[in-house]
């Protein structure tokens, strides 16, 4: 529609921003209004506050009591990608470990397949995260490893989202096995000279059976010189030098952190590096859960996202993360949807999402219940009612859902 839309009789609209917030140049602490209203007008969020103060506007959505959320950052997912890992997710609730080399099978069915293959695929993801609430996301290549298979994967995330992360440094693939020195120098010479016009971001696996310190921080010096923002998946199998990379190179998020020393604590909280925990690989792999309670004692910045990816966590739902979250890293409700929505946005040095307050992009979502809670109350119940997106309302039917770029 055009003109503004008054949204009314809300039960619980959480925020993210100050009461008093007038302009507000990004999320900050987690808050909420009850028995609120909310004015979406150009896109953004024109005024929001208490039912009984509410301007008038347009259009009218009566919410019916129900809760309104800022809609879900998801800063870490890899989808584009073709095949499927099925049989070895099987095999490890069966007893088997996991370990980084699973990747090398995506990436034979990835170069094998078609861009319009892998498109449709990509495409099927995106649609199921808007279903979910899911209004920004990232989106990382890492499946193709060759330069030209590296640089469609980045175009092809560019036509769905401008969170493109170029990660050419995923694993070691092959053909590289007797030379991981020459595919580090490829990396950060030709293919990075091929994706970094699709890119916001460069990524770097940086664990045991992936890339070292050194290679990792070669990797984000070549992408920080053409440009690109750093993040680094970091402590996903083990202690290991990913937190301390993260920190050194400025990187906006370490991403896994499931195993941390008190050192890898204390740079975290002393740094501008978000911790984005992915409790969906936990799940799908039978690993601890990262210590989200630890970090937030600490003041660390904790994000939360899906990681969804073929291997090890196959999830395009943040509210089962938040569940996750909740139920087994110990996070308040509070929290784990503040670092689903707001985490999110600073994980991604957003200022325009992960939050609802005057100025910000009308990027919401209404759930099928009277509080956040229920996102944690009711794990795996479809409870997303309606979503918004720039201030459009979302068609969320089964035959068609609008795949419109996420900008």
């Known amino acids: 529609m055009t003109g503004s839309l008054l949204i009314t009789r809300i039960g619980e609209l959480v925020t993210n921003s100050p009461a008093d917030a007038s302009e507000s140049a990004g999320p900050g602490d987690f808050a909420l209004i009850s028995d609120a209203a909310l004015v979406i007008e150009d896109e953004k969020v024109a005024w929001a ?18 809760a309104v959320l800022p809609g879900f950052v998801d800063s870490h997912a890899h989808l584009v990608f073709a095949g499927d890992r099925g049989a070895e997710f099987a095999a490890r609730m069966a007893g088997d470990a996991y370990a980084a080399g699973g990747i090398r099978s995506t990436v034979t069915a990835t170069r094998a397949a078609t861009d319009a293959e892998l498109r449709a695929g990509l495409r099927r993801l995106v649609t199921e995260m808007l279903r979910q609430g899911t209004t920004t996301f990232e989106c990382k290549s890492g ?11 980045v175009a092809l995330a560019a036509e769905v989202t401008s969170e493109v992360t170029y990660l050419g440094a995923h694993v070691v693939p092959p053909e590289w096995d007797g030379d991981p020195g020459g595919y580090v120098d490829l990396v950060r010479g030709p293919m990075l000279e091929a994706c970094a016009p699709y890119s916001r971001w460069v990524d770097v696996f940086c664990e045991r059976g992936a890339f070292g310190a050194d290679e990792a921080r070669a990797v984000l010096a070549a992408g920080k010189a053409c440009g690109l923002l750093p993040r680094v998946h970091a402590n996903q199998l083990g202690l290991g030098p990913g937190i301390a990379v993260a920190v050194e190179a400025g990187a906006a998020s370490a991403d896994h952190c499931t195993f941390l020393s008190d050192a890898d604590v204390a740079a975290l909280a002393a740094s501008g590096t978000v911790a984005t925990l992915l409790p969906g690989a936990e799940f799908g792999t ?20 899906t990681d969804c990816n073929p291997g090890s966590s196959y999830t395009s ?54 509080s956040h809670a229920h996102l944690a109350y009711r794990p795996g119940v479809p409870l997303v009612r309606a979503v918004w997106r720039s201030g459009r309302r979302s068609d969320l039917g089964l035959n068609r859902v609008q795949i419109a770029a996420y900008e």
Do not use: H, K, N
């Open 49 to 66: 506050g208490p039912s009984a103060r509410a301007p008038a506007a347009d259009g009218v959505v009566d919410a019916a009591g129900r």
């Open 143 to 153: 499946y193709g490893l060759t330069v030209p298979d590296e640089a469609r994967s």
């Open 286 to 305: 039978r690993q601890p859960y990262p210590d989200a309670r630890r970090l937030l004692d600490a003041g660390v910045v904790v994000a939360l996202a």
């Open 317 to 370: 739902s943040m509210p089962f993360c938040v569940a996750l979250a909740v139920r087994d890293m110990r996070m308040t409700t509070a929290e784990a949807v503040w670092a689903a929505t707001a985490g999110g946005a600073r994980a991604l040095r957003r200022t325009d999402v992960g939050y609802l307050a005057p100025g910000a992009r009308a990027d919401l979502i209404m759930l099928d219940a009277p």
